[in-house]
Nanobody
Framework: QVQLVESGGGLVQAGGSLRLSCVVS????????MGWFRQTPGKEREFVAAISGSAGSTYYADSVKGRFTISRDVAKNTMYLQMNSLKPEDTALYYCANRVSGAIHNPTAYAYWGQGTQVTVSS
């Protein structure tokens, strides 16, 4: 059974940093794309970043480009999201997910999801 567990969320002031982690069990993700999404109440789940399984290519939403960095440790089956220069609008529940097929930015392309970790940025 595939399981994804996020951690690292919390409360931080604007301009601060957090690093999220996503540990994958039951499946090695070295050959598949992994992504981070976020969601706030009443809004659709939003793409944040992704990293491909083969070449490790990275993709970012325009809103986080230059501030967030996605990475992975294949040996630990763990993905990370380093978030710097955080803004209040980054406040959301952050999810990691494992892509099966489809557009990288589309949540429907991802079959496996974690439970989410809350990030709150105060102004």
């Amino acid at each position: 059974q595939v399981q994804l567990v996020e951690s690292g969320g919390g409360l931080v002031q604007a301009g601060g940093s957090l690093r999220l982690s996503c540990v994958v069990s039951g499946r090695t993700f070295s050959g598949s794309t992994m992504g981070w999404f976020r969601q706030t109440p009443g809004k659709e789940r939003e793409f944040v970043a992704a990293i491909s399984g083969s070449a490790g290519s990275t993709y970012y939403a325009d809103s986080v480009k230059g501030r967030f960095t996605i990475s992975r440790d294949v040996a630990k089956n763990t993905m990370y999201l380093q978030m710097n220069s955080l803004k209040p609008e980054d406040t959301a529940l952050y999810y990691c997910a494992n892509r099966v097929s489809g557009a990288i930015h589309n949540p429907t392309a991802y079959a496996y999801w974690g439970q989410g970790t809350q990030v709150t940025v105060s102004s």
